[in-house]
Every structure is written in C-alpha cells, then in structure tokens.
C-alpha cells in the first residue's frame, strides 16, 4: 500500500521560502508511470493543482505560480520536494502531495500539511 | 485554462435516494474528466477517472458519465458516508483544474 507524507514547516514570513517534502513508502519513487505531485487548498476553499514532477524527470508547473515553484525529486530517499519563492498571504493553505498516473489523476494523497504565512 | 464549473453548488438530499451532479468545462475535453470526494480535514479522495472507470475499491453505487463539455457524477442509494463535498477535475490539458466543489448535504 502506497503512503504519502508531508513534512516541513507550518509557518513561514511573508517574502520567504515556502519549502516541503513529501516521502513516499510502500514503493519506489522511480517505479512505473507516476506523476509525483503538489496539490493546495486555502482554508475554506477549493483545490489548486500546483505541479508535478513526473517519472522521466520533468516538470510541469501552474502558470499562477510558476515563477515561483520548483518541483524536485530525490530518489536515494523515495521523497520529492516543493519550494515555493516570496510568498505572501495568498499562498496560505493545506498543501497535498499526490501521486499522480494516466491523465493526471491522483489515486495517493497525503493528508496534507497546512501551511500559513505570516509574520 | 480549462474552466470548470459545478452544479449545484450545495445539494441536499436524504439517506437512500438517488443525486446526480454536474460539471461543465469551458472548452471540450477529451475523456479526461475525474472525480474526487473530501470529507472535512481529509484529503480528497479519488472515485471516477476518465470520465467513467471506478476506482479500485470505491462502490459500485458511484457512476460518472458524460463527453464533450458536461459530465455527471451519479450516486445511488445514499449512504450515512457519502455526505461530503464533491470535486471534479478535468486532466485534459495543463494546467489541471479543478471545479469549485458540490457539497452534499443531508436532508
């Protein structure tokens, strides 16, 4: 059974550095077709697709934000990363990392790890 | 980027009965149209991709439909369970989008 999990700070100051992990278990990041993902929801609302990294290495990211993300992968580790630069309040949200195949569908989430941005 | 609009926004409805719910896109998608249940402080789960295939484990009272720019989740039989909030999601083309969310409330 695959599991996801998010890890990294709560709280971050306007203008830094966003940065979480997401450490996959119960199988190899490398293995199969996957599309390893971020995925955010303010509190209270609906769900933003940010980006993925996908199984051959490349990035496709949300035009709303991707001069801002970065998206990575470490495979000795089974984990992939998400930075996110200069947020500001409207970056505030329950971030989900995801496993991602066919289309773009994500049948593994993780339970997601709010994220709140403020001085 | 692909719109996605859903409707109703909230729906009310009792134990045993039979909802359906829509999603229309902004331009015309191939099969790629998913959908997804939240339950409060949960991450979302997955229950239709492609616009019709269930996914493993989820029940057969699911059912998706629909091709062009509207699609429709369908569930019969209503369980204690499945009052949630219901997303769609269109895979498309990138960017992913998902639609503003149907809340399924009980009557």
């Known amino acids: 059974q695959v599991q996801l999990q998010e890890s990294g700070p709560g709280l971050v100051k306007p203008s830094e550095t966003l940065s979480l992990t997401c450490t996959v278990s119960g199988g190899s990041i490398n293995s199969g077709s996957y599309y390893w993902t971020w995925i955010r929801q303010p509190p209270g609302m609906g769900l933003e697709w940010i980006g993925y990294?996908?199984?051959?290495?490349?990035?496709k990211y949300n035009p709303s934000l991707k001069s801002r993300v970065t998206i990575s992968v470490d495979t000795s580790k089974n984990q992939f990363s998400l930075r996110v630069r200069s947020v500001t309040a409207a970056d505030t949200a329950v971030y989900y990392c995801?496993?991602?195949?066919?289309?773009?569908?994500?049948?593994?989430w993780g339970q997601g790890t709010l994220v709140t941005v403020s001085s | 980027d692909i719109q996605m609009t859903q409707s109703p926004s909230s729906l009310s409805a009792s134990v045993g009965d039979r909802v359906t719910m829509t999603c229309r896109t902004s331009q015309t998608i191939s099969r790629y149209l998913n959908w997804y249940q939240q339950k409060p402080g949960k991450a979302p789960k997955l229950l239709i991709y492609d616009a019709s295939s269930l996914q493993s484990g989820v029940p057969s009272r699911f059912s998706g439909g629909g091709s062009g720019t509207d699609f429709t989740l369908t569930i019969n039989s209503l369980q204690v369970e499945d009052f949630a909030t219901y997303y769609c999601?269109?895979?498309?083309?990138?960017?992913?989008?998902f639609g503003q969310g149907t809340r399924l409330e009980i009557k």
């Open positions: 995801a496993r991602g195949l066919g289309s773009g569908w994500t049948d593994y």
């Open positions: 990294i996908s199984y051959s290495g490349s990035t």
């Open positions: 999601q269109q895979s498309d083309s990138s960017p992913i989008t």
